[in-house]
């Protein structure tokens, strides 16, 4: 026999929960099933594709697909964790071909903790000095494009403040948060730098922030600040 062909792999992902891909790493907040097709047309059980998960190795059961060139397997990942999923095939001529994949199962939801450094307030909820914000993510599976910082700023009759580029002066803090330079890992909290979190501006605020982490579980629920700055003496 004369086989100077490679085999061929497809593979395919059948989620039980949600799920997302980020920097060629696939996360899921539920099991994972990995359907593997190999195409060659000499295929031998006894020389049957290696599959290994991190450093050990697994034995599939292939199928042949109607007796056709195609043998399919699969394998399914319950337990929460970090897998490296390779899977290698060398057929009776030599001719190889791999596919390497890295899979997190995440089912732990991300936690919010907020806090403001200020004086104390003259009266309930207002301030008569700038105020900063605190945030932190406990999350290990963090990504600062995901964070949704959304502050409202408004005057006394309700317009909305501007800032000195002549955008919404929220649209700063919402995109502070989301720039990865501005988070610091500190054990397992991601901490917002409070330095670009002030709030200097006389307005009417509400504070909220969300998250979902790279597997889309969702932190609870943060329960909205509001706060007035009024630093101007009637």
Same mark, same amino acid.
């Given at each position: ?99 390497? !994949? ?9 936690? +919010?903790?907020? &806090?403001?450094?200020? /004086?104390? @307030?003259? *009266? #309930? ?72 979190? !002030? ?9 909220? +922030?969300?998250? &979902?982490?790279?597997? /889309?579980? @969702?932190? *609870? #629920? ?13």
């Amino acid at each position: 026999i004369i086989d100077n062909t490679s085999p061929k792999i497809n593979v395919s992902y059948y989620y039980e929960g949600t799920n997302n891909s980020f920097s060629n790493i696939n996360y899921s907040n539920d099991s994972i099933t990995v359907k593997f097709e190999i195409i060659e047309k000499y295929f031998n059980l006894s020389n049957e594709p290696i599959f290994m998960v991190d450093d050990n190795r697994i034995q599939l059961v292939w199928n042949q697909v109607d007796e056709s060139d195609c043998w399919t397997a699969s394998y399914t990942f319950f337990d929460e964790g970090e897998y490296k999923v390779l899977i290698y095939f060398d057929d009776a001529s030599g001719n190889s071909v791999e596919y390497e !994949k890295d899979l997190i199962i995440d089912r732990e939801a991300p936690v +919010i903790k907020g &806090s403001y450094k200020s /004086k104390d @307030p003259v *009266k #309930d909820k207002i301030f008569n000095a700038d105020r900063s914000a605190s945030f932190a993510i406990k999350e290990s599976n963090f990504n600062s494009k995901d964070v949704e910082l959304k502050v409202t700023a408004k005057n006394i009759n309700g317009k909305d403040i501007i800032y000195i580029d002549g955008d919404k002066y929220v649209k700063y803090f919402y995109d502070y948060a989301k720039e990865e330079n501005n988070w610091t890992l500190v054990e397992d909290w991601w901490i917002l730098n409070t330095e670009g979190m !002030k709030f200097e501006k006389e307005a009417i605020y509400t504070v909220d +922030i969300e998250y &979902s982490d790279l597997a /889309k579980n @969702p932190a *609870k #629920d943060y329960p909205v600040d509001n706060f007035t700055i009024d630093k101007t003496s009637p």
